[in-house]
C-alpha cells in the first residue's frame, strides 16, 4: 500500500508564504505515471482539490489559489511540492497529498494556518 507523507506546514500570517512537501513510498515506475494533486479540507467543509499536476509536469489549479500557489513534482524522488504565496486566512486547513484521482490511503495532512 502506498504511504503518503506531508511536509511543511504550520502558522503564518496573511501575505507569507509556506512550502509543503509529499513523499509517495511506490515505486518511481508507478509514481511517474499518476496524476497528483493536493487537496485540502476547512473546518466544516469537504475535502478538496485544489491543485493537480499530470505526470508530465503540467499543472492545474482552482480559482481560489491560482496566481498563488504552485505544484510541482520530482518523479526521481517520488514527491510533489506545493510552494504557497500571497496566503490568506481562508486557505487555513488541512493540507493533503493524493493521486488523481486519490487512492484509499491518505497521509496524516499537515495543519496549515494562516493569521489575519
Known amino acids: 500500500q502506498v504511504q503518503l507523507v506531508e511536509s511543511g506546514g504550520g502558522l503564518v500570517q496573511a501575505g507569507g508564504s509556506l512550502r509543503l512537501s509529499c513523499v509517495a513510498s511506490?515505486?518511481?515506475?508507478?509514481?511517474?505515471?499518476?496524476?497528483m494533486g493536493w487537496y485540502r479540507q476547512a473546518p466544516g467543509r469537504q475535502r478538496e482539490l485544489f491543485a493537480r499536476?499530470?505526470?508530465?509536469?503540467?499543472?492545474n489549479y482552482a480559482d481560489s489559489v491560482k496566481g498563488r500557489f504552485t505544484i510541482s513534482r520530482d518523479n526521481a524522488k517520488n514527491t510533489v511540492y506545493l510552494q504557497m504565496n500571497s496566503l490568506k486566512p481562508e486557505d487555513t486547513a488541512d493540507y493533503y497529498c493524493?493521486?488523481?484521482?486519490?487512492?484509499?490511503?491518505w497521509g496524516q495532512g499537515n495543519q496549515v494556518t494562516v493569521s489575519s
Open positions: 499536476v499530470t505526470r508530465d509536469g503540467d499543472p
Open positions: 511506490t515505486s518511481r515506475l508507478l509514481f511517474g505515471l499518476k496524476s
Open positions: 493524493n493521486s488523481v484521482p486519490p487512492g484509499v490511503n
